[in-house]
């Protein structure tokens, strides 16, 4: 046959090697490669961070506090440290152009399902800088594009077809996820329902975003030496009873009115900033002054919140409604200014901090309400409603509070989500097209009964003509 007939019949050797497609086994095979090199990725990342928060937030501060004049306390340290930090996310930025985030990442995953990892220096630089610099936007989101690119780049080396590169994408995305969140199912879970406004629906990546995220919360945790389990003690909560049912379902409506709110002031220092975005470093600058400023009146919103979470469960009886509220409030703005100034970094903990703050004061506030079930259930609810991933972030809080609470947070998540599921913050989430779905991870036969009778399935011939069958 010429190849002129392959083309023809769509049969050529490039066009082959192009749509390559493995089997289960050997995409088992990638992720667990993938997991653990993405494994090897978050260890460099957290051990490079933790460095320069140290220096920057320790070693720094006493260097320069002799030079303080009389007339300046040095806790303005605070505010000039941060606003130095924007200048510098700045003129990265300026010099290695956007990288991009979130809302980009989940639009890449559905078209063209892979991400671009000549962009991951930039993340990885701008991120760095972000996050050291103290705004309230942690390393998920960073470590999500560079491993996932990670999977993209493994994929088009082995000319795979375009949903097995996502999958492996997907892969990358669970294994950052997996070592940063030290919940791996949990984790990969997020990373699947993410893309999603109405559930996970990348269904064929499930198992291989599991074990990828496995070997990478396994090879993290062994180089870093974090113990594994709760991050967090929260008090213990007597045995649950239908009362805590209850409390689930009222506070996913606050959580949802929570992440409401949040949204529109999200939105309202968008527009405010909107005439900057074109001056990086003007705005990165602008942006890290106000983190600073904030952080002077209420210290507890500086950076991405992880280690603040613990510090509200150990002192938040000492504090009034009032006050945890200013806190959540300001933590809204402090992420609000980080994001839309080009500080890169993701959302996930600022946003359980605020849940945390919210939750002790309705305990305070409603002494029958535990201060365990109030922090999880709200930080599980604006979480969800903002992220709309409910199956994993009750998965994730619930391994991250140590509690058997998790009855309790799956109804606040849910109540959450339904509540809010016309409110949107990442617009590029969206459903999956079903014109791409493999029709061999679908069950399409005719099924035969124990009788050896056949049985019609429902709605058959209109999914047949939708995925192209």
Known sequence: MSSNDHSEHGNSPEIISKNRKFNYSQLYLCAVIIGIAGGMVATAYYFVLETMMHGMWHTLPEIVEPYFPSWLPTSNYVWIATTVGGFLV???????????????????IHSPGKIDISKSPAMVIASLVAITSGGSAGPEAPLVQVNGSLGSWLGDKLKLSKTSVRILTLCGMSAALGAFFGAPIGAALFALEIPHRRGL????????AIIAAIFSFAVFRLNTGITIGGFYHFEVVP????????????????????????????????????????????????GGLSIGLIAFAFPQTLFFSEAQIQTVIETGATLSVGILLAIAVAKMF????????????????????????????????????????GMVCL??????????????????LSVLS?????????????????LTSQITMI???RGRDLEE????????????????????????NKLKELVSI
């Open 90 to 108: 700045g003129l990265v930025l300026y010099f290695m152009g956007l990288p991009g985030e979130m809302a980009q990442v989940v639009d890449k």
């Open 201 to 208: 629906q990348y269904f064929e990546a499930i198992a291989p």
């Open 239 to 286: 045995e649950l009873s239908p009362q805590n049912l209850v409390e689930g379902l009222v506070l996913g409506i606050i959580g949802a009115g929570l992440a409401v709110m949040f949204i529109g002031i999200f939105r309202m220092i968008g527009k405010l900033l909107k005439p900057l975005e074109h001056y990086p470093i003007v705005l990165a600058t602008l």
């Open 334 to 373: 402090a992420i609000s200014f980080t994001l839309h100034s080009g500080f890169l970094g993701g959302f996930i903990f600022p946003l359980f901090f605020i849940g945390a703050n919210v939750g002790y004061a309705v305990s305070l506030a409603v002494p029958q309400v535990h201060p365990t079930v």
């Open 379 to 396: 930080m599980a609810a604006i979480n969800v409603a903002v992220t709309k991933t409910p199956v994993s972030t009750s998965i994730i």
């Open 402 to 418: 140590g509690t058997a609470m998790l009855p309790v947070i799956a109804i606040a998540s849910f109540v959450s989500f339904v």
């Open 427 to 429: 617009k590029t989430q």
């Open 437 to 460: 779905v493999d029709p061999s991870n679908l069950i399409l036969e005719e099924m035969i009964s124990i009788k050896e009778r056949q049985a019609k399935i429902s709605g058959l």
